[in-house]
């Protein structure tokens, strides 16, 4: 049975950030409802290097563990070009330009995010190391090669294209967060409790790969699909 358009694409965003290294900005909130994100309740989400491997399972990323699932990101997004050309034989015009345009505002999403988090990096994750920089590096290079096809080769709407070009966020973008941690902390119960007390050579799980998608998508960079 062929697949509808829509199981389609969600399986060509999933391939975007499996694998994903990003970590969530606290300064985006630090003046939102007067500074209430600053609380150290909130130590656990924010400001924290999280890795989202290719089987979809996501951890926080420490000194003793290894990013090099990173070194996948080209082949990860190779994949979605061979899928997207294989579609776009056997789609009308119609539903692929569709398709290909909702696909290019995901990759220009990620595109812009991965470059605003390697500039930023230092400056918000103190104890950030070279090597987990370096795997920044490698992302923000495979999302803008990828970017660079899809616009050589892809139907991409001017809306989308200039949305890249404004690469600076502000304190405005995150104002929607608000509801979306509300629904974290429902769904986890007690989270907070459970980062302040881990335990031994277990690993430190924060959200979902699914909960990441849509804290990125939906909250921090005001996309909705």
Avoid: C
């Avoid at 991965?114 to 230092?122: A, D, F």
């Avoid at 709407?157 to 070009?165: A, I, L, Q």
């Amino acid at each position: 049975m062929v697949k509808p358009l829509k199981d389609k694409h969600s399986e060509l965003i999933y391939s975007l950030y499996k694998p994903l290294i990003f970590y969530v900005p606290r300064k985006l909130w630090a003046n939102v409802d007067d500074g209430k994100w600053l609380d150290k309740e909130f130590d656990p989400v924010f400001d924290k290097v999280m890795l989202i491997l290719e089987d979809g399972s996501d951890h926080v990323l420490d000194d003793s563990v290894s990013s090099f699932q990173m070194m996948s990101k080209s082949s990860a997004l190779d994949k979605n070009i061979y899928e997207l050309l294989d579609l776009k034989a056997k789609l009308t015009p119609e539903a692929f330009r569709f398709l290909s345009e909702r696909y290019a505002l995901s990759v220009a999403f990620y595109k812009k995010v991965s470059s605003w988090m390697l500039e930023h990096i230092k400056l918000d994750v103190q104890e950030v190391n070279e090597e987990t920089i370096k795997y920044f590096e490698i992302q923000k290079i495979a999302f803008n090669n990828h970017w660079g096809y899809i616009q050589n080769h892809f139907s991409v709407p001017e809306h989308v294209r200039n949305y890249v070009s404004e690469s600076d966020l502000n304190g405005e973008d995150v104002v929607t967060m608000r509801k979306f941690m509300t629904e974290i902390k429902v769904e986890t119960g007690n989270m907070i409790e459970k980062f302040q007390k881990p335990k031994k050579k277990e690993k430190k799980i924060l959200i979902t790969a699914e909960s990441a998608e849509k804290f990125l998508l939906e909250t921090v960079f005001n996309i909705n699909f």
